[in-house]
């Protein structure tokens, strides 16, 4: 019987799920080889963890890797705590800002970090976390830009679309919608239109930096909140729906907005998610775009020990 030991939280209403032992040896190197070789050679792993009958399509999972000797030492006040490898799923993901909160959280509930700031390997690169002792946590994500502005786009069923392409840590497609309902209750409408948008972006090959692929859609309108500027709906890839504002959106978002001249550095945007939870978001400048601080709460939701039975005709997933 094989058994995978995790933690799971949510942050603003969106699961993590971090693998604290039982995942495979990825040997060494940056954590964007170590993705490579967890996709190549150990996805089954993926499926274990977030895909049914153990997880469903919104989970995202996190595979940590303390940095040597960091559990030798005890809970730290600072500096590295290691690498980790996003995942959700159909797909690994560069960066996820709410699984970040998420792996902070956990390990400060598992008592191997406490309050202070950290250092992170993501596949998109380094980020900060700082652990508040109001119990929030916030993500120093990598440099965020856009590349594209009013782009449009020929859908199947809804047109021309225009919007913007941008980095945040995972690449998004950002639209600016007037005749659809942000709210819970028009997630089918919502979804089959953001997915509406990628099917015609793959179609006409439009495609993010470096030849890789627009794989969420980010869709915007006026908040419902009287303490947001704006409420977010995001697909990711696989077609589940972020709960969450999405960190690495909301990055995205941030630089969409400081490339038009609308946020300053130290300006506070508040992004409220589908599901009226919240992101607060800041930005520095840089001479591309912005290194985003992206604040939210994220709540441990259970102490995890996966079984992956031999004789499961299902263990690997019952869609997969």
Known sequence: MRVIE???SHTEGEPTRIVMAGGPDLGGGTAAEKRDRLAQSHDRFRHLVVNEPRG????VGGLWMPADGFLDHGVHGGGSIGQVVFFNNVAYLGMCVHGTMGLGASLRHAGIIADGRYQLETPAGTVTMDLGRDGSIAVENVESFRIQEKLVVETDTHGRIQGDVAWGGNWFFLVDINDLKLSVDWVPQLTAFAAD??????RAGIQ???GHEIDHIELFGPPTRADADSKNFVMCPGGAYDRSPCGTGTSAKLACLAADGKLQAGEVWRQESIIGSRFEGTIQMTARGVIPTIRGRAFI??????????????????FD
Do not use: H, M, N, Y
Request: no cysteine; net charge negative; proline share 3%.
């Open 6 to 8: 995790t933690l799971d």
């Open 56 to 59: 469903f399509e919104a989970v």
């Open 197 to 202: 948008i990628r099917r015609s972006l793959l």
């Open 208 to 210: 993010g930096g470096d």
């Open 301 to 318: 939701t259970a102490e995890s020990r996966l079984q992956i039975d031999p004789k499961d005709t299902w263990a690997g997933g019952v």
